[in-house]
């Protein structure tokens, strides 16, 4: 499920979406916030071009709502259904939690995004780095 060649692997790792050999974010530490955002422009294993197009990963700002709300609920979940809490304590753990993993929902959601446009090629993965 979580190997080499799934969505999964690629969205959970963040490697290049064609090939999953190379890291495609410059900074592997989400939470580096002035480098949260930048991205390598190319693979360096097998060539993929990231941005597909201009603005190409503001698609993946619905997405971030998703993952916002999944995030959102499973804090609810735990601190007033789990542990019992009252609901103005849980809406803090909500608003911490959110605030907390904002880096890692933002990068989440963009290899998410780009795991919808791209699949992985078993070809290009067995390149010969150069």
């Given at each position: 499920m979580f190997k080499?060649?799934?969505?999964?692997?690629?969205?959970f790792t963040g490697k290049c979406p064609k090939c999953h050999e190379e890291?495609?974010?410059?900074?592997?530490?989400p939470y580096?916030?002035?480098k949260l955002f930048k991205m390598h422009e190319r693979c360096s294993n097998c060539n993929?071009?990231?941005?597909?197009?201009?603005?190409?990963?503001?698609?993946?700002?619905?997405?971030?709502?998703?993952?916002?709300?999944a995030f959102a609920v499973a804090?609810?979940?735990i601190s007033y259904l789990l542990l019992k809490t009252s609901l103005n304590?849980?809406?803090?753990?909500?608003?911490?939690?959110?605030?907390?993993?904002y880096p890692i929902i933002i990068r989440l959601s963009r290899n998410i995004w780009?795991?919808?446009?791209m699949?992985?090629?078993?070809?290009l993965a067995a390149k010969p780095k150069k």
């Open positions: 080499k060649g799934s969505k999964l692997y690629g969205i890291f495609m974010y410059t900074e592997p530490n580096k916030l002035s993929t071009k990231y941005m597909i197009e201009p603005s190409f990963f503001y698609g993946s700002m619905y997405v971030s709502y998703g993952v916002g709300i804090a609810f979940v304590t849980a809406f803090i753990t909500i608003v911490v939690t959110m605030l907390a993993f780009i795991n919808i446009f699949s992985y090629d078993k070809n």
